[in-house]
């Protein structure tokens, strides 16, 4: 049911119940659970595995959106940030996956993360000593979350942190999963410097759990199709702000 969501973006409770042979009531319980582990939101009459206002995505989804965006801001911290020599840590967004792909251009670096993603892209990359930080699995983020989590990455100190974020309202970061949020504190609290990578359609949504404000950071990246408004409003609240041409 989860992969078959997962590759039609939205499929309806009837649909379902006939695929299965089960019941409407079934349907529903089980898309109760897919939803609480994240896999999914329940709209009306269905399914969907794709980003809405409030569900930022699957990771298959997340990983296919705003590829070009994604890839102008981490060339550009590649390029103003990375230095070799320097221990980095990337969080589970896929943001910092795409960036995790360039690192091997300034190696030797030593990598920290608890993104498998970024775990098997860096995996045999010469150059790169890779540090992961375990914890409680969890398959909807494919990355260890959580206190356990936070405490690994509480116990190491980072030159740099690149971070993102599922929204952004008011200047202040949130994020959908409490875990999330634990773990990325923590590398937060343990990084010489932070720096934010947002694209431009983190400013349209939203989520439960307050993470960081922007000025809290060193540096926040976003791409040319972020509005000038919002770039003005959050650089006049403090944040140091840059755009990148796509």
Same mark, same amino acid.
């Given at each position: 049911?989860?992969?078959?969501?997962?590759?039609?973006?939205?499929?309806?409770?009837?649909?379902?119940?006939?695929?299965?042979? &089960?019941?409407?009531?079934?349907?529903?319980?089980? !898309?109760?659970?897919?939803?609480? +582990?994240?896999?999914?939101?329940? &709209?009306?009459?269905?399914?969907?595995?794709?980003?809405?206002?409030?569900?930022?995505? @699957?990771?298959?989804?997340?990983?296919?959106?705003?590829?070009?965006? /994604? !890839?102008?801001?981490?060339?550009?911290?590649?390029?103003?940030?990375?230095?070799?020599?320097?221990?980095?840590?990337?969080?589970?967004?896929?943001?910092?996956?795409?960036?995790?792909? +360039?690192?091997?251009?300034?190696?030797?670096?030593?990598?920290?993360?608890?993104?498998?993603?970024?775990?098997?892209?860096?995996?045999?990359?010469?150059?790169?000593?890779?540090?992961?930080?375990?914890?409680?699995? @969890?398959?909807?983020?494919?990355?260890?979350?959580?206190? &356990?989590?936070?405490?690994?990455?509480?116990?190491?100190?980072?030159?740099?942190?690149?971070?993102?974020?599922?929204?952004?309202?008011?200047?202040?970061?949130?994020?959908?999963?409490? @875990?999330?949020?634990?773990?990325?504190?923590?590398?937060?609290?343990?990084?010489?410097?932070?720096?934010? !990578?947002?694209?431009?359609?983190?400013? @349209?949504?939203?989520? +439960?759990?307050?993470?960081?404000?922007?000025?809290?950071?060193?540096?926040?990246?976003?791409?040319?199709?972020?509005?000038?408004?919002?770039?003005?409003?959050?650089?006049?609240?403090?944040?140091?702000?840059?755009?990148?041409? /796509?």
């Amino acid at each position: 049911m989860r992969r078959q969501i997962a590759e039609a973006g939205f499929v309806r409770v009837d649909a379902l119940a006939r695929d299965y042979g &089960v019941s409407i009531m079934t349907v529903h319980r089980d !898309l109760d659970e897919l939803e609480r +582990l994240g896999f999914l939101h329940k &709209v009306r009459g269905g399914a969907t595995s794709a980003p809405t206002t409030t569900f930022h995505g @699957d990771l298959e989804h997340r990983m296919q959106a705003q590829v070009d965006a /994604k !890839l102008a801001i981490a060339r550009e911290v590649l390029r103003s940030e990375v230095e070799s020599g320097q221990v980095v840590a990337l969080d589970d967004s896929t943001t910092s996956l795409v960036l995790a792909r +360039l690192l091997p251009e300034k190696a030797p670096l030593t990598v920290v993360t608890h993104f498998l993603p970024v775990i098997r892209a860096l995996a045999a990359q010469p150059g790169i000593e890779l540090i992961g930080l375990g914890g409680r699995y @969890d398959a909807a983020y494919d990355s260890f979350l959580g206190q &356990v989590t936070a405490e690994a990455a509480a116990g190491l100190r980072y030159d740099l942190l690149f971070l993102s974020t599922t929204a952004v309202a008011d200047g202040v970061c949130y994020i959908q999963s409490l @875990d999330t949020v634990i773990t990325r504190r923590a590398l937060i609290a343990s990084a010489a410097r932070s720096v934010a !990578l947002v694209d431009h359609t983190k400013f @349209d949504r939203r989520a +439960l759990h307050r993470l960081v404000g922007l000025r809290e950071l060193d540096r926040v990246v976003v791409d040319d199709a972020t509005s000038e408004q919002v770039v003005r409003r959050e650089r006049a609240r403090g944040a140091t702000v840059d755009v990148v041409a /796509k």
